[in-house]
């Protein structure tokens, strides 16, 4: 795609972008992948590594992220008749990935991402504290980075979509995109306590009883059940 289309296309997604900023809007992202691949995105579950990898196919730098918006499109209507792709994880560390990278003490970035939550979410807050307090919110306005996949998938169809684990992304790269791509997934289980993982199942397991169903599913259909 040249420059100005995906100028524009990279512009017009950031609006997108601003305005799911306001409690209860989340659109869905769809990224087109080879052979008429279309990858449900569920954020912090390998985004990062789908976007990689979608560069690396069409010859950019994996630095020029911006790029990858020519690949992305937002729509708050998903096609119930198409076979998507959708990459999962277990809520609870789809969560803490979440808290990891845009709550904690070790977050990115300069401005707080969760600022239109403040005071119910601050900076710096504990693991715990984050899953007491994204119970608070009611469940259709959390963000999209901690909401449950009854949103973020409503409307496609379940008998239809691919579900994949996240644990297996690097190998499932490779052969849908027929390149190396490495999983860009920094967190891992052993970073939960069994105290916040008893938390969540105590006020948040209900909310995401989709969610780990799903994945439990992608597990079984992907041979990898040494992972429940």
Same mark, same amino acid.
């Given at each position: 795609?040249d420059?100005?289309?995906?100028?524009?296309s990279?512009f017009?997604?950031?609006?997108f &972008? #601003? =305005?799911?900023?306001i409690p209860g809007?989340?659109?869905?992202?769809? #990224?087109?992948?080879?052979?008429? =691949?279309?990858f449900?995105?569920i954020?912090?579950?390998?985004t &990062?590594s789908? &976007?990689?990898?979608? =560069?690396?196919y069409?010859d950019?730098?994996v630095t020029?992220?911006?790029?990858? %918006?020519?690949?992305?499109?937002?729509?708050?209507?998903i096609d $119930?008749?198409?076979p998507?792709v959708?990459v999962?994880r277990?809520?609870l $560390?789809r969560?803490?990935?979440?808290?990891?990278?845009k709550?904690?003490?070790e &977050?990115s970035?300069? @401005?707080?991402?969760f %600022?239109?939550y403040?005071p119910i979410?601050?900076p710096?807050?504990?693991f715990g504290e984050f899953?007491?307090?994204?119970?608070? @919110?009611?469940?259709? #306005?959390? $963000?999209?980075?901690f909401?449950?996949l009854?949103?973020l998938?409503?409307?496609?169809?379940?008998n239809?979509? /691919?579900?994949v684990? #996240?644990?297996?992304? $690097?190998?499932?790269?490779?052969n %849908?995109?027929?390149?190396v791509?490495?999983s860009?997934?920094k967190t891992?289980k052993?970073?939960?306590?069994?105290?916040?993982?008893r938390i969540?199942e /105590? @006020? =948040?397991?209900?909310d995401?009883?989709?969610?780990?169903?799903l994945y439990?599913?992608?597990v079984?259909?992907?041979g990898?059940?040494?992972l429940?």
């Open positions: 795609m420059l100005l289309a995906t100028s524009i990279f017009g997604n950031l609006i &972008r #601003l =305005l799911e900023k809007i989340n659109f869905c992202q769809i #990224l087109h992948g080879p052979d008429d =691949l279309q449900l995105l954020p912090k579950c390998g &990062r789908l &976007r990689n990898a979608v =560069l690396k069409h950019n730098p020029a992220k911006w790029r990858a %918006w020519s690949y992305i499109h937002y729509t708050a209507k $119930e008749k198409n998507y959708v999962l277990p809520p $560390e969560i803490h990935s979440c808290w990891k990278q709550v904690s003490s &977050r970035g300069t @401005i707080f991402y %600022w239109q403040y979410i601050r710096d807050m504990g899953l007491s307090a994204v119970a608070k @919110i009611p469940a259709p #306005l959390r $963000e999209k980075h909401i449950s009854k949103y998938i409503n409307g496609a169809d379940i239809l979509c /691919q579900f684990p #996240l644990a297996s992304l $690097e190998s499932k790269l490779h %849908w995109f027929g390149i791509v490495a860009a997934n891992t052993t970073e939960i306590s069994d105290v916040n993982a969540f /105590q @006020i =948040l397991g209900a995401y009883a989709l969610d780990t169903q439990q599913k992608a079984v259909t992907s990898h059940t040494e429940l």
